[in-house]
């Protein structure tokens, strides 16, 4: 992760110089605001600016639900609840904003949640950074056999060199050609064209900015196992921020979405009959061959 | 504006708990930060919390525009020209919450506005107060004669006292059956279903979160002249909230937006031939007379 | 459900016009285009216009997943796996527009899902007409003791007959205090002004357009037991709809959706010591009672 | 633009399998539906389905506005009087549904904007086609001295072959190390991980599905001379294809937005004192230098 001092010296400045608000604030958040969190070889993600906390949930599912919900609730649980029957509403009340520099390929992949505020670094503006993602050689694996968008095997280390050199040398011979067209004493290419050469594995950045219930709904897909390895180690940085943000909310989130399953009303009949103690196979439970085997993994897992 | 002792006082201890935060904060929405401005007899709008400031919307854009920006424009002009040439994403990371009570049939003209958070309060699951919208007797008008959708002259005094009358007895009886329907000891109504005897003028409540962004558009057709004026009202206080949280985006919104008008491709040519000394009339101006009509009154305006 | 002898033939009309076109058609859809299916007492869900088919679905899907797709699934087993795995774009790539009669108060409740389209009559432009919902003897019922937004036990004739006669005549008293604001001759009170009087349980009508992934998350809530009846009856009827356009995505989304459980990590762990054996009980289940009843609901349901 | 023999059997085929529908059907459209338009070198733009024509808005707003409407409007007028008053909801009633093959670097500015449905072809799961974006020459333009953002003078010959040999060097060097890397009995890598190393004017493809009032808020941006000529491009053949579609509508939205200029507050009371006869200069303007240019150009342009 490569910060100009430059950058790390504003980090400096911002965090030197609190302010008094009445706004609800979080002492876990404030301690890592604005700090950049490592992902992948020169990426990261850090916290800008927030809004709400586990508390701004719980008022406004009392707004919603009137004087009475006090008395039932405590917070902890009044989360539980929310989350437990999908209110999302009450979530919505909480934003946070994310600086977070990653690789193209990867910001396409994450763009398509449309749910979430952005700007993008422009390239038809500036110049982008010398910078690429290369992965680490463990990362650096075969086509799955079994899923059509997976990962296999991981390279052994004589093609994995070989891949790396292709990686870092293309990326390379691409940029120097982008900055020679962009070069405005030589052939001075509009940026806007100019970018076109780049390799998809070049570093961009972006303001991200969402609420509560979107985050968790982009993180509950991210931070799964068949998410991308690339965008996932994104997503985990990002629990941890959500742990510090909103510690209630994060717990609730873990059991009840990111290590939970949905059983299929085919599903539920075949646990019926299993807690009923018949010995339900794959051929006489109704699944194909597929759903039976996730279902075995959920049940199997954790 | 009712607010019960119990409000008050849980507003007061809210503005006497300030906490330290890295965040950028804005003195002069703090200083009425929770506080409620009335709107209409028994309506309020307070803000709640916000984040971001006209700073961070220069911020946004400048990792948009990258390095560059800073030397060629100061924040002031670089918030112009964002409004001027409608780049929507920097106002977008700014983001506020209000508290607000309206009538339901206002409610509902302001609920298809999307894009914005909402929790209200729930008749399914708790008991509204006995508060009710009655006009002022200068807002009481007759149906307009032009415009379908607006109002005419005011109501002579004995019939606006007779429609007052009608308002306030409705609005009552409906009410005190719906306390008769919902009385545990009588008939003991489900609430959810009680609700439906309340008449279309009872105050209802929400929070309302928006970016700065969609708010402005909010504000920008509920400020206008055919607005409903129980709607203006509203819309009338978020303005001066709009000033006190980013008073340099608040002078662009008005200069570019609310005191702006739009011609058409039909309208500049006619413009063209005004300047060009023509005495253009409505019969050889290629406009219809109702197009003319409003571009006279765009010119005139102000 | 009153249509007027105008609007019947208007439907005749339409159902008696058909043209060619290169668009794929569902011809189960055609047989009850514009055609109105009753909801509550004067109330009804008719669609207006559609876009795509199952087919749709597996085109978008392969569009995503190219070439090797179609060796690999099936339509059917393709819309399965889609829909197993939540990806919501291959939805999204089908549109419904439907023409709705519905009560204010369930309109209100309605229009919280944000993802759609919505024209509705307007009340500041036209003059709604005299219609009521009344609820049928049996679904008027009494408060819930244990749910607070739920209803419990139906009322005795008795106090039914009271409650209905106070929901019509208020209703009827207000509706002609509605109509003599407005007379021309008399009051001439602008209808903006004018509509505030009506009670929550007037009918109004709107236009409703939403993508197929939009519309079953509507219905996975709407036509849950939870749901209050009087939208539930209509995502019942909507239901049957979703059956006669898209067959195959129907039968997916009740599997998957309408008739599963998504049980939580401590949820699993349980089940986990069931199959194995272990006689778990609410007291060492780890879990809170509430959900632990939910759980057992899910397992004996069905 | 190369469409396989594949391909274009396959559009034949839908071609000639027209069915019956009562849904609104718009021959014009009807007459291209499927068809392939060129946009750059290997680009296109289809229409593969639609919803709703020109009388589907107006319906839509005649629901909204109710039975007074029919008199007073014609179409035609309705019509441009919603677009002239910025009524959006109406135009929200049509869809249509497009298949565009773009390079990837204009794919990621056409994705921002959100509120369309999007498929795009998958290079986790499938492999990318052997197709880059090879400028013309009179489109490789040097960067412009006024516009940070924009293009300049085309190049020189010389210079400008120099820079398309770059291109179509590294474009085709990094995709044959693509090919090398996904060879199953060679190297042998993942997908997902394979395609970082290709060039950003490499092509994808997409389904697109958006309702037509955010199509013309999109095209309104993109027809903009300020937009990067390659996404313009597409906008402009997406123009004649609203034509086709929704004549009406496509005839105000040129006067009303693509021909329309927006006149700020200051710009209003400039142009006041022009109309009167008064020599306004810039100096005694109020406007900065760049307004009043902006302002010149809109008076002087069309």
Request: with cysteine; proline share 4%.
């Amino acid at each position: 992760m490569a910060l100009s001092p430059e950058q790390i010296a504003e980090i400096e400045a911002l965090r030197c110089a609190p302010s008094e608000t009445l706004r609800p604030s979080v002492a876990a958040l404030e301690a890592i605001l604005f700090k950049p969190f490592p992902a992948l070889d020169h990426g990261f993600v850090r916290v800008i600016d927030y809004m709400g906390d586990d508390s701004a949930i719980v008022q406004a599912a009392r707004v919603s639900y009137g004087r009475g919900t006090k008395k039932v609730h405590e917070d902890k649980g009044l989360i539980r609840y929310l989350m437990r029957h999908r209110h999302s509403t009450p979530f919505e009340m909480c934003e946070i904003k994310f600086h977070i520099k990653l690789p193209v390929f990867i910001a396409r992949q994450w763009i398509r949640h449309r749910t979430a505020n952005v700007n993008e670094y422009s390239a038809r503006y500036s110049i982008l950074d010398r910078e690429f993602y290369i992965p680490a050689p463990d990362q650096l694996a075969q086509q799955s056999k079994v899923n059509r968008q997976g990962r296999g095997e991981v390279l052994p280390p004589d093609q994995a060199a070989k891949v790396l050199d292709i990686l870092r040398e293309d990326a390379q011979r691409c940029y120097a050609h982008y900055e020679e067209m962009l070069d405005p004493d030589g052939l001075n290419v509009a940026r806007e064209l100019a970018r076109m050469n780049l390799t998809l594995n070049t570093y961009t950045q972006w303001y991200w900015k969402i609420d509560l219930n979107n985050l968790m709904h982009f993180l509950s897909l991210r931070v799964d196992a068949h998410a991308q390895y690339e965008i996932r180690a994104y997503a985990e940085v990002m629990m941890e921020i959500l742990k510090a943000w909103v510690p209630k909310t994060a717990e609730a989130f873990k059991d009840y979405r990111v290590g939970a399953y949905m059983f299929s009303a085919s599903m539920l009949s075949v646990l019926r009959r299993q807690l009923q103690g018949e010995a339900v196979t794959v051929e006489n439970s109704g699944l194909s061959k597929r759903e039976w085997q996730e279902m075995q993994d959920a049940l199997q897992g954790g």
